[in-house]
């Protein structure tokens, strides 16, 4: 659990700072310590999307919201 956590964390600074290869590297990071981790998948998505590798962020976004309905659909 303290994994997932300080990856979350990591992740939201990576976005915060803009730098989104870290972004990317940290939400992989919180996926192979929560696997089933909707919302990993969703920052990751959204990592990728700004790093312009749209059909690998928007399929990590497609994948996000069918764990976790309750997600935006990707946009």
Excluded: N
């Amino acid at each position: 659990a303290l994994q997932r956590t300080i990856r979350r964390g990591l992740v939201l600074v990576a976005e915060t700072r803009r730098d989104w290869q870290a972004a990317e590297g940290e939400a992989r990071a919180w996926i192979e310590a929560d696997p089933q981790s909707a919302l990993a998948l969703e920052r990751l998505g959204h990592a990728l999307v700004a790093q312009r590798q749209i059909p690998e962020g928007l399929s990590s976004l497609s994948r996000a919201r069918e764990r976790d309905p309750a997600l935006a659909p990707p946009e």
